[in-house]
């Protein structure tokens, strides 16, 4: 991964960081991100899920996705993933800010046709989602993946942002009866819900039960 | 807010919703949106916190934000926020899903330079993020002000996509000896952690102790 003026750190840069290993981890702490690109001028954000290999990271839809499409060119794109790790709050509006860990990575996809590889991609995927799923599951018919586009989008550069600790308040502020610290947030989860349709006595296998959002933050 | 080839729905227009009280609603739900914008043929995707007022979004950061100085002269933008449900485990690896909402809003923003707007603006941001919190604290200074850019983004065009319940299997996958449902996620809070240099016995306040994140799915 190189570094050039579009992850260079403008403001701020203690809390940047161009480490593969640090850029690596936010990522894999994540599942959801958030892809940019470009449409005659008009920039489009669009959720979708991911998962990791290396540099790559696999992006997947319906073939009939315009994403996917405008992205298989080998358009420039920009990914963006952000973990919300909490509040803070400080005794001035001003010093407020959140706890994160944020990467943006630019590079350019493109579409997997090999059916084998398509299959390894979406594999990678759904373990990055839920690990121990891809085993427990059918898999996909050959109709199914014809239906499914698969991207490899390849980091070219890529920066993380990371923000930690409480707030830091003027010196002149700390003498304010004003309560200060942090409200963690973390993604977790709530108790699986059954299909309506589960078979009798089917019950929540480990991976399920035993599932942690990677988004969690480290202790 | 219109509709336009930008925001129309390409594949399962049932998901789909250009209502703006849903769209309100998902909007109101977050605090954490993902700005596209474009530089020179390049996107960037940057996550920035937000606040809502009728159609507007108010976004700030320092007054040297390369993102803001690239938004405020009324370049085309597009904001995304999205919040995760819950993960949909179907019986076949081509059913997986995600239940989510999500508004992707196409506009442009300007920059408000009047200290009286601008501070109201700030104000939306910040009881959007964590209600009861402005008036617990100080109030910014002049200066402050001066190092705070300030943007309204209006929405000029937006679209929701929301996904709920459960897996839609194959009918004859249903036979199969899969656990099948959802598994929720949610972003939830943990307790409060004090900062270091806070005055003896001051006490996390009821917006604090009470805070939920808005984005915890509706019962």
């Known amino acids: 991964m190189q570094s050039s003026v579009r992850t260079e750190f403008h403001r701020l840069p203690k809390r940047g960081s161009h480490d593969p290993a640090t850029i690596h981890a936010i990522l894999d702490a994540g599942f959801l991100a958030h892809v940019g690109f470009v449409v005659e001028g008009q920039p489009f954000v669009i959720p979708t899920l991911f998962g990791r290999e290396g540099d790559s990271l696999y992006l997947h839809g319906?073939?009939?996705?315009r994403m996917l499409h405008q992205l298989e060119g080998g358009a420039p794109a920009c990914v963006n993933v952000t973990l919300v790790d909490g509040l803070v709050l400080a005794r001035s509006a001003f010093h407020h800010s959140m706890n994160y860990r944020s990467v943006m990575a630019f590079g350019t996809a493109r579409i997997i046709e090999d059916p084998e590889r398509k299959t390894r991609a979406l594999r990678v995927i759904s373990e990055h989602v839920i690990a121990g799923r891809w085993e427990a599951v059918r898999a996909p018919y050959e109709k199914e993946l014809k239906a499914t586009a698969v991207l490899e989008f390849t980091i070219e550069e890529a920066s993380a942002k990371v923000r930690t600790g409480g707030p830091l308040d003027d010196e002149e502020d700390y003498a304010l009866p004003v309560w200060a610290g942090v409200l963690p947030l973390r993604l977790t989860t709530g108790a699986p819900v059954p299909d309506a349709r589960l078979a009798a006595g089917a019950e929540p296998p480990e991976h399920?039960?035993?599932?942690?959002?990677?988004?969690?933050?480290?202790?």
């Open 62 to 65: 319906s073939a009939a996705s």
């Open 208 to 219: 399920v039960l035993q599932y942690r959002s990677a988004s969690e933050p480290r202790p």
